[in-house]
């Protein structure tokens, strides 16, 4: 086999990133490893422990739950599960999750496996759920209210403990989907987290801005109690059950998450938290003098109306970047994504232009 993964010298719109070389070294020890099998990899199964006090403690809670998983989909996936198990007992026969039409479509898969039906709300003109719709939408067969603390599309935070609120008026359990920001809000202004919102699960992914080797995904809990949902008997191995939704996983992703976590928790995080913002902070600035619109990046990620076809043209120049549902470019400022590379692409996107997306209507 001669090929090479491609480098990640154009990759702008990725919410993955170059490993920390700590995390590439653990990732290499422990690639034959396997945390699904606690009797035979015990290292491993420690350090499993370990990832997920330490993702505890990034997210402010005391004594967490949970596990790596292998990204944010399957975290999302057993929050749903967890949640229709709860409302099954509570007599709800046909549960529903209530989420922002910003939230990732891993819960339309999660929807899909479960037997769960969606009530989408939609978000208001800052790209937030809007309250109204969620509470318009809550009801006494609502298994779970999901909210996004940094979305995929706009980087943005729904206003957490008032939705957890209004979840557990009725009786509902209340999930947090910060798979990628969950590395960047402790270092921002927000008014919650899991010591003083009622968060019941959060998926929190090391091999996003945690800068893990893939996979590595977190779900942490509150209460134990909710990840006896998910266990089933495991006859044939030492453990008694299991909750992960795979069998066998990867220590590799394990061993990398702790590995960058110890390294980089706080003082790393800080400050690549700081250039990813500032960065983002000077994209944004820069496409709008370029003409464009631009949601204001609150977290490290900037989305842009940028016509279609300068979008393609950027493509064609070899810039790896992709759209939101609308269309817009966005931009991912993620550790590897530095100011000299933003200003590479900025120059590539004068010279491409149009600049405004009337010029394209007069092209067509
Ligand atoms: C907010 C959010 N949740 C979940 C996911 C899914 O994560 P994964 O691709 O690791 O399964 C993503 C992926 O980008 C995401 O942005």
């Not at 919650?192 to 893990?212: C, E, L, N, Q």
């Amino acid at each position: 086999m001669q090929a090479e993964p491609e480098g990640f010298d154009r990759v702008l719109s990725s919410m993955c990133t170059e490993p920390h070389p700590s995390a590439r070294d653990a990732a290499e020890r422990f690639l034959a490893t396997n945390p699904g099998d606690p009797g035979t990899y015990p290292t491993v199964a420690d350090l499993e422990d370990r990832a997920v006090e330490l993702l505890g403690e990034l997210a402010s809670l005391d004594d967490p739950s949970g596990y790596v998983a292998s990204g944010g989909t399957e975290a999302n996936i057993q929050a749903v599960r967890i949640a229709r198990e709860r409302a099954r007992a509570r007599g709800i026969d046909s549960p529903t999750v209530v989420l922002p039409e910003s939230a990732h479509f891993s819960f339309r898969k999660a929807a899909d496996l479960l037997d769960v039906s969606l009530t989408v709300v939609p978000t208001d003109a800052g790209h937030r759920v809007r309250l109204d719709a969620v509470r318009d939408a809550v009801d006494e067969e609502t298994a779970l209210v999901v909210g996004v603390a940094g979305s995929t599309e706009y980087g943005r935070v729904d206003p957490i403990p008032a939705l957890g609120a209004i979840a557990h008026d009725y009786g509902a359990l209340f999930h947090v989907d910060a798979a990628w920001g969950g590395f960047v809000l402790p270092f921002t202004d927000r008014e919650w987290h899991f010591g003083h919102a009622p968060v019941d699960s959060m998926t929190i992914d090391p091999h996003k801005m945690g800068r893990a080797a893939i996979p590595a995904g977190g779900l942490l809990v509150r209460d134990d109690s909710l990840l006896d949902e998910l266990a089933v008997d495991t006859p044939y191995l030492e453990t008694t059950s299991q909750a992960t939704l795979s069998g066998t996983r990867s220590g590799a992703g394990v061993a990398s998450a702790v590995a960058a976590i110890e390294t980089l928790w706080p003082d790393g995080y800080a400050a690549q938290y700081e250039r990813s913002q500032e960065n983002a902070e000077w994209l944004a600035a820069r496409l709008s003098d370029l003409g464009y619109d631009v949601v204001d990046p609150t977290l490290p990620l900037v989305a842009a109306d940028v016509p279609a076809n300068t979008f393609e043209g950027l493509r064609d120049e070899g810039w790896r970047i992709s759209r939101t549902a609308s269309g817009e470019l966005r931009v991912v400022c993620m550790p590897h994504v530095t100011r000299d590379k933003l200003a590479a692409f900025v120059d590539d996107l004068a010279a491409v232009g149009p600049r405004t997306p009337n010029a394209v209507a007069d092209d067509d």
